[in-house]
């Protein structure tokens, strides 16, 4: 088992430009959440996906976007990209069981730097 | 809100000796799982241990064990017999029963010397 894996692992974009990070979860998970860990700080949540829609959304404005495709991976998307979008991006993997999940996986993440 | 607190921005402990990270929390729900990740250079973040709030034992996991008070909403991880692998930053976190959102602290930074 690959476990969750995340692609690319690190990526250097220009202010203003738009961005395209990658998610496949653990085998057997069917809801991906993605984070954003800036340098020193906890994660914090951005959205997360479940039947191929955003189920739960994080305080984080209308520039990012996600998608969830049928096998269950995700894509995450940043437009209009800010200095202050520097962070290392991680997707977490877990199974619905209806009234809760199952522990989350998390992958190695992606460490964006916009200049 | 949830909102998770870890007070101790750096900790050091000895080789073999004990060391408790501090991690507290705030919200009105009553269910909900706790949480304490391990995050080492490699940026992976690895469970230790989880504690279901409607469970009064504490989690245990091998070296790594927890004092959930659930009345002082406080949910802090004692390592023993500390090893130099456990070098990482640790984050405390919080979830909802019926959420995949997960509120993490800020993390504390654990060097474990030899």
């Known amino acids: 088992d690959a476990g969750v894996t995340q692609s690319p692992t690190h990526l250097i974009k220009t202010r203003g430009q738009q961005v395209t990070l990658r998610c496949s979860p653990k085998?057997?998970?069917?809801?991906v959440s993605w984070y954003q860990q800036a340098l020193g700080q906890g994660p914090q949540f951005i959205f997360q996906?479940?039947?191929?829609?955003?189920?739960q959304r994080g305080n984080f404005p209308d520039r990012f976007s996600g998608h969830q495709f049928p096998n269950y991976s995700s894509e995450l998307n940043v437009n209009a990209l800010l200095l202050g979008d520097s962070a290392l991006y991680l997707c977490?993997?877990?199974?619905?069981?209806?009234?809760?999940?199952?522990?989350?996986?998390f992958g190695q993440g992606t460490r964006l730097t916009v200049v | 809100a949830q909102t998770v607190t870890q007070s101790q921005p750096e900790m050091s402990v000895q080789e073999a000796e004990t060391v408790t990270l501090s991690c507290t929390y705030d919200t009105s729900e009553n269910n909900y799982y706790l949480f304490w990740y391990k995050q080492p250079p490699s940026r992976q973040m690895i469970l230790v241990i989880r504690q279901e709030a409607y469970k009064q034992q504490n989690a245990t996991e091998n070296r790594f064990s927890v004092n959930f008070q659930k009345a002082a909403k406080s949910f802090s991880l004692k390592i023993s017999d500390s090893q130099l692998g456990d070098t990482a930053m640790y984050f405390c976190a919080f979830r909802n029963t019926n959420a995949g959102k997960s509120t993490f602290g800020d993390g504390t930074t654990l060097t474990v010397k030899p």
């Open positions: 085998s057997g998970h069917d809801t």
């Open positions: 977490a993997s877990s199974q619905d069981l209806g009234s809760t999940n199952t522990e989350a996986f």
């Open positions: 996906y479940y039947e191929e829609e955003e189920r």
